[in-house]
């Protein structure tokens, strides 16, 4: 783990590695749900909010924005009127929601469990 | 998505689900880093720190904690002389570490494209 040929591997464990910022994005509050929503499909921006429950519309724009930039997610303005802008999944973000996909169906059916473990530490701990 | 039954199925979707509660703990800003770096096994305290390289003394307590609570992670106290305390996943832990890790390992095999794409944004944007 000291060995300087790990400066050269890309690693989330280290501070200053492009890709623990890169995680961060895919990982964080929102972006991990808006990932996660749109393999449903394109959406335009007020109903993936609606799709995110409980995420502000400034919070949801600075997602997507950090998406966008990362290349995962693609902003595309239709030339309609009014103009229809809609957001969807790269082929890369695709492949990384769809990992985050497999954790969070984990979490969801496993949820039983946590909650159980939560409350016998509540019990033992509070 | 507004059908009742909805309401019976564990959905990170929906802000008041008790999953995206534990996705945030697994997901969090060194949740999911202390989760990953557990998978080579156990470790003590400060050479976990260590590992997850920037988190702090406070932060790292927080995050364990919680993910203790979640039924994740599992602390042990051994009766040596200092006491040697000791972190380790739990089977669940096991699992969801595993997918983690299968996040991690696309982000790092892939960041040479989404630094490339940052790159294309912050040239066009700024």
């Known amino acids: 783990m000291t060995d300087p040929a790990d400066d050269l591997i890309p690693s ?3 501070r200053d590695c492009a890709s623990r910022g890169v995680m961060a994005d895919v990982t964080g509050k929102w972006g991990g749900l808006a990932l996660a929503a749109l393999l449903d499909g394109a959406y335009r921006f007020n109903a ?3 799709r995110v429950d409980g995420v502000s519309e400034k919070m949801l724009a600075q997602t997507l924005q950090a998406l966008e ?3 995962l997610v693609r902003r595309e303005v239709q030339a309609t009127i009014p103009p229809r802008v809609e957001y969807s ?3 890369l ?3 990384v929601a769809g990992k985050l996909k497999e954790l969070i169906d984990l979490l969801e059916s496993e949820i039983g469990q946590m909650r159980a473990a939560q409350e016998d530490y509540d019990r033992v701990v509070r």
Chains 1, 2 share one sequence.
């Open 48 to 50: 993936l909010r609606r």
């Open 12 to 14: 989330v464990f280290a």
């Open 69 to 71: 930039r990362d290349g």
């Open 89 to 91: 999944l790269t082929p």
């Open 93 to 95: 973000g695709e492949r």
